[in-house]
């Protein structure tokens, strides 16, 4: 197995021609072996970022891009040795599901036997063994995404780069997709970079998160730590629903004050109505199977969603108090 590349940004920065800011400069460091979740809303820069580390765009002057210890900022795309599967795949129609795995081989002027092979390995790999000679247009969604990654590793590239790869799937196969995906890379132990915007599939498949925002980096960390401690309000608001009401807090139930603080929905404790607290009214009621979900309103208007087991009894009209069982800065 091929040493893992670690990818250092320095100051990496993206400006257009108009003088518009599509990169502030950042700097980011991708560990070897790891997957790496660019998350944030449409226009953010992921998209552009990822594009420099594949050296579709140049970046700024001033910016480094280094695959482990080699400066690649001024190398094309071809040099760089980066595999990548954008969103719409990028597939040839004309060509069966072996040809388009082989074509990068067949590029590099591998000898046609171990292409053979690489094809081979790559289609056990997605288990696609038995469509090998399948045209394109005869594959399902779920298929052309097996390809188009088993071209990208067919290369042996030594990064690979995913742009929204599963954003053109059904909800529930992009779902059994996001397990498989997960699972293959921590087994393939590449240095990943995926970009998307939906928070749970940065969730599974990253090994760390990066949230943008308007061209800049707001926080970078795993999973759990960018969802309990947000950096920014940004960042606890892109990562799950949060919530925000006024208050103060007394052993962390809620009375009247001018203070703000944030929470998840699902946790908060409800009290039976208590005299020194705010109050507040269960608005409406939501059976959700696993969930219940509640609408709740306070004595002065504020409004917002608690996420309860699906035993609770709760019902509308009900009078409560309101414990933050951790609560957030906002």
Same mark, same amino acid.
């Given at each position: 197995?091929?040493?893992?590349?670690?990818?250092?940004?320095?100051?990496?920065?993206?400006?257009?021609?108009?003088?518009?800011?599509?990169?502030?400069?950042?700097?980011?460091?991708?560990?070897?072996?790891?997957?790496?979740?660019?998350?944030?809303?449409?226009?953010?820069?992921?998209?552009?970022?990822?594009?420099?580390?594949?050296?579709?765009?140049?970046?700024?002057?001033?910016?480094?891009?280094?695959?482990?210890?080699?400066?690649?900022?001024?190398?094309?795309?071809?040099?760089?040795?980066?595999?990548?599967?954008?969103?719409?795949?990028?597939?040839?129609?004309?060509?069966?599901?072996?040809?388009?795995?082989?074509?990068?081989?067949?590029?590099?002027?591998?000898?046609? *036997?171990?292409?053979?092979?690489?094809? /081979? +390995?790559?289609? &056990? #790999?997605? !288990?696609?063994? @038995?469509?090998?000679? %399948?045209?394109? *247009?005869?594959?399902?969604?779920?298929? /052309? +995404?097996?390809? &188009? #990654?088993? !071209?990208?590793? @067919?290369?042996?590239? %030594?990064?690979?780069?995913?742009?929204?790869?599963?954003?053109?799937?059904?909800?529930? #196969?992009?779902?059994?997709?996001?397990?498989?995906?997960?699972?293959?890379?921590?087994?393939?132990?590449?240095?990943?970079?995926?970009?998307?915007?939906?928070?749970?599939?940065?969730?599974?498949?990253?090994?760390?998160?990066?949230?943008?925002?308007?061209?800049?980096?707001?926080?970078?960390?795993?999973?759990?730590?960018?969802?309990?401690?947000?950096?920014?309000?940004?960042?606890?608001?892109?990562?799950?629903?949060?919530?925000?009401?006024?208050?103060?807090?007394?052993?962390?139930?809620?009375?009247?004050?001018?203070?703000?603080?944030?929470?998840?929905?699902?946790?908060?404790?409800?009290?039976?109505?208590?005299?020194?607290?705010?109050?507040?009214?269960?608005?409406?009621?939501?059976?959700?199977?696993?969930?219940?979900?509640?609408?709740?309103?306070?004595?002065?208007?504020?409004?917002?969603?608690?996420?309860?087991?699906?035993?609770?009894?709760?019902?509308?009209?009900?009078?409560?108090?309101?414990?933050?069982?951790?609560?957030?800065?906002?």
């Amino acid at each position: 197995m091929k040493h893992p590349v670690t990818i250092t940004l320095e100051q990496c920065a993206k400006t257009w021609p108009d003088g518009s800011h599509a990169l502030h400069p950042m700097d980011l460091r991708i560990e070897g072996g790891r997957t790496l979740a660019l998350l944030g809303p449409s226009g953010c820069g992921k998209t552009t970022l990822l594009r420099l580390i594949c050296g579709l765009e140049s970046a700024d002057a001033g910016t480094r891009i280094l695959f482990d210890d080699e400066d690649v900022s001024a190398q094309p795309p071809e040099a760089r040795g980066v595999g990548v599967v954008f969103q719409n795949y990028a597939l040839f129609p004309n060509m069966t599901v072996a040809q388009n795995i082989a074509y990068g081989l067949r590029i590099r002027k591998w000898s046609k *036997a171990a292409r053979q092979e690489r094809v /081979r +390995q790559m289609l &056990a #790999l997605v !288990r696609l063994e @038995a469509l090998a000679e %399948r045209r394109i *247009a005869q594959l399902s969604g779920g298929q /052309r +995404q097996r390809v &188009a #990654l088993a !071209r990208a590793l @067919a290369i042996e590239p %030594r990064v690979l780069l995913l742009d929204e790869p599963l954003t053109a799937l059904d909800a529930k #196969l992009r779902e059994r997709l996001r397990v498989e995906l997960a699972q293959m890379l921590r087994e393939l132990h590449i240095t990943t970079v995926i970009v998307t915007h939906d928070q749970d599939e940065a969730m599974m498949l990253g090994d760390r998160i990066a949230v943008m925002s308007a061209g800049r980096l707001e926080q970078v960390g795993d999973a759990e730590t960018l969802y309990r401690q947000p950096a920014t309000p940004f960042v606890g608001e892109f990562l799950g629903t949060l919530c925000k009401v006024r208050g103060r807090l007394e052993h962390g139930v809620l009375g009247s004050g001018d203070e703000t603080f944030a929470f998840r929905p699902h946790e908060v404790e409800l009290l039976p109505a208590l005299p020194s607290s705010q109050q507040a009214r269960v608005t409406s009621r939501f059976f959700l199977g696993a969930t219940l979900r509640l609408q709740l309103e306070l004595d002065d208007g504020q409004a917002f969603p608690v996420i309860l087991p699906a035993d609770s009894d709760h019902r509308v009209g009900e009078a409560v108090s309101l414990r933050l069982l951790r609560p957030l800065p906002a």
